[in-house]
């Protein structure tokens, strides 16, 4: 870890923290990101999130940085686990009788093996009328593409993201992030939610099928709309923008980079007056908005030499007093600097067992009334089996009979601090 990172505000997990989550119980059988991003905000909110974990765990505890699993960590925090061999019908006997208890059950196998695994939805809804069942997929329960894997970068590809993004002499560009998972993550807590107040007013539970491809689709824009209308694919333009002009990434004298947007027009002319050019709010080229747009290379050979001349923070300071929207393009490092981010506490410092102190980002979103917490760290490979098997009745005994037949199994991982 680097030795120069700010301190960033210290916390400590509350345990005995409580949320208005507080008493719903989910068990959590996804992997990957999509469903723990769900099952993260839902723990956030203090439900009980059960992960049920294979004997090998959830493969975000194989994706590591430096030997140590900071992805297993972030999207594991204010979870459980219990790890059950689910190929075993003695494990999903056991997961069956959890069922009752439980308000939310998260999967994301591929359509059809929960029922192969006789734990389909209508076996479940027979143990728990009210069970909100989210069914996670690269490409939905129906369809010629159900049964096709279902990572994020097949639907990223697919969706019509990666052709838009990017520059058009060069080839498309995925995300460097898990956009279409952490997307649908967050879809799946609004149908959740949803779906929860459904079982509350009626006592009926349902599917959610959460695919990660709609999600993604949605919020490229009315792409399609716009093909029907002009019979055009929208070309990859980079920073620039189809709909507003100016708008790009501009390099600055320190070989940084801000980001500027005058996306109306009187933060156009604003802007052609704060750099000295107010004569070019009369010209026929940049008059407009739809003008600019067609004429947004000579824009920024205008904007990008007067950004050229100054830092990145004389820009932003200089574009600022001009009341000019501007912002910097930061990295990381800058990041855990800004006073903005400092202040609001997006980042704060937990206690780890492996990295002394782990930053982790805001619970979010931030309800002031009823605002959610961090109580746990992300636990070693189950953790939590004998408390979540007692519950069922089984006593020491039975439990070492669970672990010698490999029903039921435990990790040797070092157990996270929870100071």
Not at 181 to 200: P, S
């Amino acid at each position: 870890m680097s030795q120069t990172r700010p301190k960033l505000a210290r916390k400590s997990y509350k345990p005995d923290a409580e949320g208005p989550l507080d008493g719903v119980r989910v068990l959590d059988l996804s992997r990957l990101v999509a469903g723990n991003t769900l099952t993260q905000v839902l723990g956030d909110f203090g439900a009980e999130v059960i992960k049920v974990e294979p004997p090998a765990g959830d493969t975000l505890r194989d994706w590591q940085t430096a030997g140590v699993a900071t992805n297993w960590k972030l999207y594991a925090r204010n979870k459980k686990s219990l790890c059950l061999d689910l190929r075993k019908s003695e494990a999903r006997e056991l997961l069956l009788r959890l069922i009752p208890s439980t308000a939310i059950l998260i999967e994301s196998f591929r359509p059809d093996t929960l029922e192969e695994m006789g734990l389909g939805p209508e076996v479940l809804h027979q143990c728990n009328r009210a069970l909100v069942i989210v069914r996670i997929s690269g490409f939905g329960q129906t369809g010629p593409y159900r049964r096709r894997p279902g990572f994020g970068t097949l639907v990223e590809g697919m969706s019509g993201f990666a052709s838009m993004n990017g520059f058009d002499d060069r080839e498309p560009v995925l995300p460097p992030m898990y956009l279409a998972d952490t997307i649908a993550g967050l879809y799946g807590v609004a149908g959740v939610m949803v779906a929860l107040r459904v079982a509350e007013k009626n006592g009926t539970g349902q599917v959610i099928d959460l695919p990660l491809l709609d999600p993604l689709f949605s919020v490229l824009g009315p792409q399609a709309a716009n093909y029907q209308l002009t019979c055009k694919i929208k070309p990859r333009t980079g920073s620039r923008s189809t709909n507003a002009a100016p708008r790009n990434a501009y390099r600055t004298s320190d070989g940084k980079w801000v980001c500027l947007s005058a996306s109306t027009q009187k933060m156009t002319e604003r802007l052609f007056r704060s750099i000295g050019r107010p004569e070019i709010i009369e010209d026929a080229r940049y008059r407009s908005n739809a003008n600019r747009v067609k004429h947004a290379a000579e824009l920024d050979t205008i904007i990008g030499e007067f950004v050229a001349c100054r830092t990145q923070a004389e820009n932003v300071a200089f574009f600022e007093q001009a009341d000019v929207t501007i912002g910097p393009i930061y990295d990381i490092s800058q990041i855990v600097t800004d006073p903005h981010v400092l202040e609001r506490q997006l980042i704060a410092d937990y206690p780890d067992a492996d990295m002394g102190t782990f930053p982790m980002h805001h619970v979010l979103p931030r309800l002031l009334g009823t605002p959610g917490s961090i109580r746990s760290a992300a636990p070693r490979l189950g953790a939590h089996n004998r408390v979540l098997l007692k519950e069922l009745g089984i006593d020491d005994s039975a439990y070492a009979g669970l672990t010698a037949a490999g029903i039921a199994c435990e990790g040797t991982e070092t157990k996270e601090k929870t100071e």
